[in-house]
């Protein structure tokens, strides 16, 4: 049997399939008919627009011959988008095999919606002869970006940001409860000066809440102003109507858009690549800490939690595998690739219009949903790790070399206060330590024969590698203030 035979139809993208119940949620806002129901509620809102003004019932019509709808009326209208439903997809779908158009399917379904309005509601209405006021004096892109904008921000509002905020919270608390808990710093993969395990995590949550801001600030704009953004149908076909004042309010007070006055034909989508290079870089910011997960299990730092029944290995039986965060690390790296290629396209177009965008777009599902999978990947994993702090003392008690940076740095500052016997202090401690392994007697012993006075050799005797750690848990708690303006550089 061919696999192409089975019905309904399986899956190509892993996305559709494997990872279907992990990506579902965007499919309420990133799926075709997602994007069809959203270009159907557009349509909507600009003929309630035309017809009542920007809130129903403040305005006389901008169209003349229109009257001004009844509440019952809009109610019905608002009803079509809402009703849309398997039956809709599949008449949407024939409409369009005839019109070979997308949004002239659209524009077709709603004019059916209209002229059964007086059958729905039991009298007459001004609706059945609104026809011509559905996708009025608009391109199929005025639709469009509007569509894709509300469909974006939606998906990004209600099921990735959701996801993204439960990673940043459990690092946060992470940080929190291992603020003061002792790790062995590697620089170059070198044992180097101690830190803090919350500390460490605090620098992500940190970086990642710098993007949030960037999330929270973003844009998310649209245009509806003809075919080639001059308004030149709708000055032709009704001059007398402020058609300018009309789109703005139309974008930024019935569908809650930042209103973009100058285009081309279609929308610039420089604001969707500002979106997508900040979520490409969140996701690269959150692969770099699946890595880094990755070898501090297999470092010993991070202990995994075996999942009863799971197999970790299908020949090696005691092997519990860091699965999670090596599906995260793929899934953010295709969502990147995507998201990367998506901000490069879209931002670009040949004069007034090209088609370019329209394939490209439809990619969108994908780039979110490869790093919603990764997302959860990675929050399924840090809920699966726990400290290994056995494993990180003995890393520490077994690196007494790392102490060599204080001891220098006191005899620089010795010297400096005229003490003596603290010439070449770098030198010295190298010779010491480079290269060797010592253990707290080695250290202890070089510190008193330095002759440091009491109080500073006092201090440096009391230095373990699990002591070292200066500052570090004094700033887990950094990790929520962003940059205030004061610690910006200015410019001349």
């Known amino acids: 049997?061919?696999?192409?035979?089975?019905?309904?139809?399986?899956?190509?993208?892993?996305?559709?399939?494997?990872?279907?119940?992990?990506?579902?949620?965007?499919?309420?806002?990133?799926?075709?008919?997602?994007?069809?129901?959203?270009?159907?509620?557009?349509?909507?809102?600009?003929?309630?627009?035309?017809a009542n003004g920007t809130h129903d019932n403040d305005s006389t019509p901008a169209v003349p011959g229109v009257d001004p709808l009844t509440a019952e009326e809009i109610s019905y209208l608002r009803s079509i988008p809402k009703e849309f439903g398997p039956d809709s997809i599949r008449e949407l779908a024939e409409i369009e095999a005839v019109t070979r158009h997308d949004v002239k399917a659209v524009e077709y379904y709603i004019g059916r919606r209209l002229d059964s309005a007086e059958k729905r509601l039991g009298h007459k209405t001004s609706l059945t002869r609104l026809k011509p006021l559905v996708h009025f004096a608009c391109t199929s892109e005025d639709i469009n970006n509007l569509s894709y904008a509300l469909c974006i921000k939606q998906a990004v509002t209600c099921v990735w940001s959701p996801a993204f905020e439960r990673i940043i919270a459990k690092l946060d608390a992470a940080a929190e409860q291992y603020a003061g808990m002792p790790l062995l710093s590697l620089t170059h993969g070198q044992p180097a000066t101690p830190t803090t395990l919350g500390k460490e995590l605090a620098v992500y949550v940190y970086r990642l809440n710098r993007q949030r801001t960037a999330l929270e600030n973003q844009e998310y704009m649209g245009k509806i102003n003809g075919a080639t953004g001059t308004f030149g149908a709708h000055y032709a076909a009704v001059p007398q109507t402020d058609w300018i004042r009309i789109s703005r309010e139309f974008v930024a007070i019935r569908l809650g858009l930042t209103w973009n006055p100058l285009t081309t034909q279609i929308e610039p989508h420089d604001w969707q690549a500002e979106l997508y290079s900040t979520v490409s870089h969140i996701n690269h910011i959150l692969h770099n800490l699946a890595v880094d997960i990755w070898m501090y299990i297999s470092r010993g730092t991070f202990v995994q939690i075996p999942v009863?029944?799971?197999?970790?290995?299908?020949?090696?039986?005691?092997?519990?595998?860091?699965?999670?965060?090596?599906?995260?690390?793929?899934?953010?790296?295709?969502?990147?690739?995507?998201?990367?290629?998506?901000?490069?396209?879209?931002?670009?177009?040949?004069?007034?219009?090209?088609?370019?965008?329209?394939?490209?777009?439809r990619n969108i599902g994908s780039a979110f949903g490869y790093s919603l999978l990764a997302l959860e990947n990675l929050a399924g994993g840090l809920d699966s790790i726990h400290p290994h702090n056995e494993a990180m003392e003995q890393e520490l008690n077994s690196n007494w070399e790392v102490l060599g940076e204080p001891v220098q740095t006191a005899m620089r500052a010795c010297a400096l206060t005229g003490a003596e016997g603290m010439d070449n202090p770098y030198e010295r401690v190298k010779e010491l330590m480079r290269g060797k392994k010592i253990d707290k007697h080695d250290v202890e012993s070089f510190i008193s024969a330095l002759g440091f006075d009491k109080e500073t050799a006092r201090r440096l005797s009391r230095l373990s590698p699990s002591a070292y750690l200066g500052a570090a848990e004094q700033l887990v708690p950094l990790k929520q203030q962003s940059l205030r303006p004061s610690d910006r550089p200015s410019g001349d």
């Not at 040949?350 to 394939?359: A, E, F, G, P, V």
């Open 1 to 50: 049997m061919k696999l192409t035979d089975i019905k309904p139809s399986l899956a190509l993208s892993p996305l559709d399939g494997r990872y279907h119940k992990q990506t579902e949620p965007l499919l309420e806002y990133l799926s075709e008919a997602a994007l069809n129901r959203q270009r159907i509620a557009v349509e909507i809102e600009w003929m309630i627009q035309l």
């Open 308 to 361: 009863q029944g799971a197999t970790g290995s299908s020949t090696m039986p005691h092997k519990v595998n860091p699965i999670r965060f090596e599906n995260a690390e793929a899934n953010f790296e295709l969502s990147c690739a995507l998201f990367d290629s998506l901000s490069a396209t879209l931002v670009e177009t040949r004069w007034q219009r090209d088609l370019t965008d329209s394939t490209t777009q």
